[in-house]
């Protein structure tokens, strides 16, 4: 990937940057995003990986802060060779109760912002001939659970993207796909967890073993590493002919 321009949403921490240290460590070069540029994380995975990195700030609610950032990085990059969309937002409320604005929010970030990305991307990746672009689902694409409306709604829509997105580049070089991973080790998972021991006065240990008991047959945290590793894949050469996938990485859970 030496000399591919990568550009990872929503990677400051947590899943977003495990990927974008998979993709940095397979020689690509890295646009690190989040709301606000995360710099001391681009100079972090810059240094440790000898590739370049540039950290780039926009708010994927607003669609000119979108087409601020691609304008500019366009310019400076050329291409974006590979597109992840993994920023996400998401709140947890019954449907009755939901706050309209915050509906609209998880819509403009969960699959406007994808949207928009892949349509700004698409040219410069049609003119070179190649492109890979990785949508990240859940298992809450396939399934549903209670008071997440918004993020098995978007989840579920970002299947119907990629399904067109691959059909409608089929023959220019390009795939795209979705990765669909059950629970990962992210500090939003952990601090949740947390609560919940703290709440009940049981162990972590024993909260997390009963937390993840209840969702993946392996009973085991899905590894960041392990999802950064089939990005890696799908933007390999093997993965040519692989478009318009929904993988699970969920330890068994979606056919348990």
């Known amino acids: 990937m030496k000399g591919k321009w990568a550009l990872v949403t929503g990677a400051t921490a947590g899943l977003g940057f495990g990927i974008a240290e998979g993709l940095a460590g397979a020689g690509a070069n890295i646009v690190l995003h989040d709301l606000v540029a995360p710099q001391q994380a681009a100079d972090d995975l810059s240094a440790r990986f000898g590739v370049e990195v540039v950290a780039a700030g926009a708010d994927l609610s607003r669609r000119e802060s979108i087409a601020a950032m691609m304008a500019d990085l366009l310019d400076r990059c050329g291409a974006i060779d590979i597109l992840v969309n993994n920023a996400v937002v998401r709140h947890f409320s019954a449907i009755e109760q939901f706050p309209p604005d915050r509906w609209d929010e998880a819509l403009a970030v969960n ?3 994808p949207f928009h990305l ?4 698409l040219p410069a990746m049609k003119r070179r001939g190649w492109g890979r672009i990785v949508n990240l689902g859940s298992i809450y694409s396939s399934r549903a659970v209670e008071n997440r409306i918004d993020y098995v709604t978007t989840k579920t829509a970002i299947l119907g993207l990629t399904r067109a997105v691959a059909i409608e580049t089929a023959r220019s070089g390009i795939t795209c796909n979705t990765l669909c991973p059950g629970t990962l080790p992210t500090p939003a998972i952990l601090n949740k967890i947390a609560t919940l021991a ?15 008991g209840a969702r993946q047959p392996t009973q085991r945290f899905i590894k960041l590493e392990a999802v950064a590793a089939m990005v890696v894949f799908l933007c390999g050469p093997a993965a040519n002919d692989i478009t318009g996938a929904s993988l699970p990485i969920d330890g068994g859970w979606s056919v348990a």
């Open 111 to 113: 699959v406007s912002a």
């Open 118 to 121: 892949i349509r700004l991307a």
């Open 198 to 212: 703290e709440t009940s006065g049981r162990p972590v240990e024993d909260e997390t073993a009963d937390y993840l």
